[in-house]
């Protein structure tokens, strides 16, 4: 099976510019959440779509932003960029079985956002 | 509040010696203990995970330690080779929402030297 992938792999944008960033989850998969990582904050979790619906949401301004299609791959968006959001935008995928805390996910390479 | 604490931040052991990472936690609503492990450039890879039920879990040269009522929980490494120089991240997991969130630990890099 195919693992999860990411789309582009590298960004760079200026301050103030909007940014979509694509995920491809593992085939059968049907949640997708998504994290930022960066050196001093490490991986914060953004939020989590299932169905395309969003079921959770992390602790980010209004500015991020996701979606998820009919067939599980989704997108987030970033707009206003500020020369904080420059990170590493991970997805992982999973199942997203009923009950499934103890669900593994498996992450993308991730896109590496440069704002400057 | 949702934390998971990691303990050291940084870490260098011969080829062969046995690093342990530490990790703790303070909401018991967590119930899944992933470990994962990342390499420059790649995303982080699951490397092991033990459910609150279980006290210790080995898979190949990897173990977790899991000390429920501490909420502390600690991955060792046996005869560390230099390819497993890379971050660890410790993270817990809860149901919210109908889906699970995982919450890290700020990682630990690992260097292991000849």
């Known amino acids: 099976k195919a693992g999860v992938t990411q789309t582009p792999r590298y960004l760079i944008k200026t301050r103030g510019q909007q940014v979509t960033l694509s995920c491809s989850p593992i085939?059968?998969?049907?949640?997708v959440s998504w994290y930022q990582q960066t050196p001093g904050q490490g991986l914060q979790f953004l939020f989590e779509?299932?169905?395309?619906?969003?079921?959770n949401k992390g602790n980010f301004p209004g500015r991020f932003s996701g979606r998820q299609f009919s067939n599980s791959r989704s997108e987030m968006n970033v707009s206003t960029l500020e020369l904080g959001d420059s990170a590493l935008y991970l997805c992982?995928?999973?199942?997203?079985?009923?009950?499934?805390?103890?669900?593994?996910?498996?992450f993308g390479p991730g896109t590496r956002l440069l704002v400057l | 509040q949702q934390q998971v604490k990691q303990s050291p931040q940084s870490l260098i052991v011969q080829k062969g010696g046995i690093p342990i990472i530490n990790c703790a936690y303070e909401?018991?609503?967590?119930?899944?203990f992933p470990w994962y492990q990342q390499f420059p450039g790649k995303g982080p890879a699951l490397l092991i995970a033990i459910r609150p039920d279980v006290s210790e879990k080995k898979e190949g040269r990897f173990t977790i330690s899991f000390n429920k009522s501490a909420k502390q929980f600690s991955l060792h490494i046996m005869d560390s080779q230099p390819g497993d120089s890379a971050t660890y991240f410790c993270a817990a997991s809860m149901l919210e929402g109908g889906g699970n969130k995982l919450t890290f630990g700020t990682g630990t890099q690992l260097k292991v030297e000849l």
């Open positions: 779509y299932f169905s395309e619906t969003q079921r």
């Open positions: 909401n018991t609503a967590f119930d899944y």
């Open positions: 085939s059968g998969h049907r949640s």
């Open positions: 992982a995928s999973s199942q997203g079985l009923a009950g499934g805390a103890q669900e593994t996910q498996y």
